[in-house]
């Protein structure tokens, strides 16, 4: 995968058919996020992520098996860096704030 926008999934693409696994993983990071902002569902977390899945976010791509994506984000005033995590298929596998 290039970095050309053409060949990024999308945000519709990234949420379909995610794995009964890869769901109870970003799920088991969403108390963290509800912490922060108490109105987050584990729907709106995975919109979220789908959000975050853009060219400028990209980190890296440190094997075949993962894409990383990162932004900062503002949940409920306050300033937090999410990372997403898609896995071969580019389905997102994880939804999780990163600490500096």
Do not use: C
């Not at 970095?3 to 945000?11: C, E, H, K, L």
């Not at 900062?72 to 990372?83: D, I, K, M, P």
């Amino acid at each position: 995968m290039d970095n050309s926008p053409s060949d990024f999934p999308t945000s519709v693409d990234v949420l379909k058919d995610i794995s009964e696994n890869s769901k109870r993983h970003i799920k088991k990071h969403l108390p963290r996020f509800q912490q922060l902002d108490s109105a987050m569902t584990e729907q709106l977390l995975l919109e979220l992520g789908a959000k975050i899945v853009s060219p400028k976010n990209l980190i890296g791509s440190p094997n075949a098996e993962q894409l990383k994506f990162e932004k900062v984000v503002n949940l409920n005033e306050n300033l937090v860096r999410v990372r997403v995590v898609l896995n071969r298929n580019h389905k997102l596998r994880s939804i999780h704030i990163r600490d500096k």
